[in-house]
């Protein structure tokens, strides 16, 4: 009883629903908070505290960052549920939320500028990142008859391994200097592949059309991962695959300022959650590297009841 109370005490603060109701769209530090709800950092750090202390909001260091968002596994779901209906609808969570997607725009141009300007140079860039040498791994899991999606495809370093081959192939990319790229690596084979300009999260592909989608070293460039994980369900046809290969959680904020990287790499736990909540079951986890330091994760789009 007395956790309940706790819980409901911390509701009764306009201020704090409206935190519960941005961080129930995405990950969030205190500064961007403080321009969403226009109050001092300290307050905004106050209410967060008063959310954290009954597991309502949680964080998660990046760097020298700290983001928060809601619980992954939330055990107050239903508080949140009614936090946002007592929202809805008003004015000012529509200028909340509002000002929450110009934050998640502004990350998502800054990486697409930041790939449009690198276009030219990201395969010298990319080879010092090392990130290649895990392509024979996923290769293998991609039959060639198969409808295969890369979401981020850039300048085409995977499609240039497995092109030919006899099912349909589907690079999309968010920037246009990439996918240009992309098109003088192909060279000849360029025509067997479909590269299609659209946001990873909004792919420009019809549901239940494919059979295999790829995301590679992608996903800590996106400003919400998960809505790409869903849209990528969305895309997969039932019983479809998924594999993702992305950096183990670190700490070298080298890797923001060098390669605009938006998340300091990801808990292989926290992603199969997330891939659990998108609409995907039987995750499956491999650590690669000699270090430790990528995942590959494979997971399959649940099939129709």
Partial sequence: MSEALDVYKALADESRLRLLHVLSKGSFNVQELTTVLKVSQSTISHHLKVLQAVNLASAQKEGTWVY?????NDPNSFVHQTAQLFLANTKQSAADIQ??????????DQTRHFFDSVAKNWKELRETQGTESFFDIVKERIPSNAAFLELGCGSGPFLDKIVPRSGMTVGVDYSQGMLDEARRTLGSRASQVDLRLGYLEHLPIGDDSIDVALVYMVLHHLPTPVDALKDACRVLKPGGQLLIVDLVRHDNEYMR????????????????????????ADAKVEILGHKKEVFLLTTRKKEEA
């Fill in 257 to 280: 300022e060098r390669y605009a990287d938006l998340w300091l790499g990801f808990d292989p736990e926290e992603m199969k959650r997330w891939a659990s909540s998108s609409g995907f």
């Fill in 68 to 72: 928060y968002t809601l619980p992954q």
């Fill in 99 to 108: 000002l929450a997607g110009d934050i998640v725009n502004r990350r998502r």
